[in-house]
């Protein structure tokens, strides 16, 4: 069986994908990137909020900020580390400021279909 890691990447500025994918690389790890929007971002305006219960998906996201959210599956801890340690710096992660994204990972029990 192969474990390994899923390590998430949600950057609120669309110009730091570019570095944060290109640190990636230098670690050997592929990923998958998508547009993404917080549900506090949707509570933000009662309005947003109000159409997504009625079910009219037109003006939600209107003027809304989404992120960028990278994930990929790492196999060993000390890759996660890495790569953690070296997205966090560039971000300005630090523990008196929340810099320009957030990280995590997710451990992973087994998985099919990817390569090593």
Same mark, same amino acid.
């Given at each position: 069986?192969?474990?390994?890691?899923?390590?998430?990447?949600?950057?609120?500025?669309?110009?730091?994908?570019?570095?944060?994918?290109?640190?990636?690389?230098? &670690?050997?790890?592929?990923?998958?990137?998508?547009?993404?929007?917080?549900?506090?971002?949707?509570?933000?305006?009662?309005?947003? &909020?109000?159409?997504?219960?009625?079910?009219?998906?037109?003006?939600?996201?209107?003027?809304?900020? &989404?992120?960028?959210?990278?994930?990929?599956?790492?196999?060993?801890?000390?890759?996660?580390?890495?790569?953690?340690?070296?997205?966090?710096?560039?971000?300005?992660?630090?523990?008196?400021?929340?810099?320009?994204?957030?990280?995590?990972?997710?451990?992973?029990?087994?998985?099919?279909?990817?390569?090593?």
């Amino acid at each position: 069986m192969t474990k390994g890691y899923v390590l998430f990447i949600i950057l609120n500025h669309v110009k730091d994908v570019k570095r944060v994918m290109s640190i990636l690389k230098k &670690y050997g790890a592929q990923a998958t990137m998508m547009d993404t929007l917080g549900a506090a971002s949707l509570y933000e305006k009662q309005e947003a &909020y109000d159409t997504m219960i009625a079910g009219r998906r037109q003006s939600l996201g209107q003027g809304k900020k &989404y992120n960028k959210t990278i994930f990929t599956v790492l196999s060993t801890e000390e890759a996660v580390v890495k790569i953690m340690d070296e997205v966090e710096e560039y971000l300005g992660i630090t523990p008196d400021s929340l810099g320009r994204g957030f990280l995590f990972t997710i451990p992973m029990y087994t998985f099919r279909g990817i390569q090593k």
